[in-house]
């Protein structure tokens, strides 16, 4: 499926910025059988005095800029045109729950991709005893890894309200789980530690989300979303898997990837600081638009 992608960002300040540094991961990614960027441009305005674009630890694609001198705004554009591949439906050959500790254990490499990293407690996700003690309860003996993930995921989509006005980017994964409402950051985060606590290598992704208008309606310009999903490692055979907790179904072609990591301070879209007085508004604005549509 191919998709022309369209991200506008803007951030008002109260008062002028004399300096700030931001870090950005809001290209598409280019994974190999997954997902191509056919094309992309990253415009920022004002021009920053210092721009680099470098891969981080994950692979993904960070731009990190700088400004020197007083700026009342800051914006970003993406335009991107990206083919996402479909993934044919797999037989469930994933590791038994019993047996996924051991796998891990064979996996030798520590490179971006190996489960090790996505075990233990991480910047936004820890592992809380009430939010295991949830993932237990899906479970069941003889369950495949893969099982497990499905199950989690659809008990949370059942358990916890999408809620836009509950949390903010700062909510603890165990907070929004205590008042069972959040938004797909808080669900996603949930998920990650509920599969950690079963011994399942969880982590995060963010990316843009295809959306349907309601029947009959047009499509409305800039009303699309980023968005943020969970990927699990359920064994040797079957790798890595991406489930969606907030529309309870695994990650298909409207589903477009950016950032891979382990929790949301991994890959958050912008990233920054800025010296200025008083408080900034934002405005966003997303398209995700196929090709045969546009």
């Known amino acids: 499926m191919l998709y022309d992608i369209g991200l506008r960002m803007t951030y008002t300040y109260d008062s002028p910025a004399d300096a700030a540094r931001h870090l950005l991961r809001v290209m598409p990614a280019n994974l190999a059988g997954e997902q191509r960027l056919v094309s ?142 959040g938004v797909c950051q808080d669900i996603s985060h949930i998920m990650i530690a509920g599969l950690r606590g079963l011994g399942v290598p969880a982590g995060y992704v963010s990316g843009y989300l295809r959306t349907t208008p309601p029947k009959g309606r047009p499509r409305l310009e800039g009303a699309d979303a980023m968005h943020a999903w969970v990927r699990a490692w359920c064994g040797v055979d079957t790798g890595w898997v991406e489930f969606d907790p907030t529309n309870a179904l695994m990650v298909g072609s409207g589903h477009l990837v950016v950032a891979r990591g382990r929790d949301y301070a991994d890959v958050a879209p912008v990233k920054g600081i800025s010296r200025t007085a008083g408080s900034q508004t934002t405005d966003q604005q997303v398209d995700v638009v196929p090709v045969d549509e546009a």
Not at 41 to 63: Q, T
Not at 146 to 165: K, Q
Not at 169 to 175: G, I, K, L, Y
Request: glycine share 4%; net charge negative; no cysteine.
């Open 40 to 181: 992309g441009h990253l415009d920022i305005r004002p021009m920053p005095d210092e721009r680099s674009d470098r891969p981080d630890f994950f692979g993904n694609r960070a731009v990190e800029v700088a400004y020197r001198s007083a700026h009342e705004e800051f914006e970003f554009r993406v335009r991107a045109r990206v083919e996402r591949l479909a993934r044919a439906p797999e037989f469930d050959i994933s590791a038994s729950l019993a047996r996924l500790a051991q796998e891990i254990a064979t996996h030798r490499s520590i490179d971006a991709d190996a489960p090790h990293h996505f075990l233990g407690p991480s910047s936004r996700v820890r592992l809380a005893p009430a939010i295991t003690g949830y993932g237990r309860d899906q479970v069941r003996p003889g369950m495949s890894s893969l099982e497990a993930v499905r199950a989690v995921g659809l008990a949370l989509h059942r358990d916890i309200r999408f809620d836009p006005e509950a949390t903010t980017v700062d909510t603890p994964a165990e907070e929004a789980f205590a008042n069972r409402h």
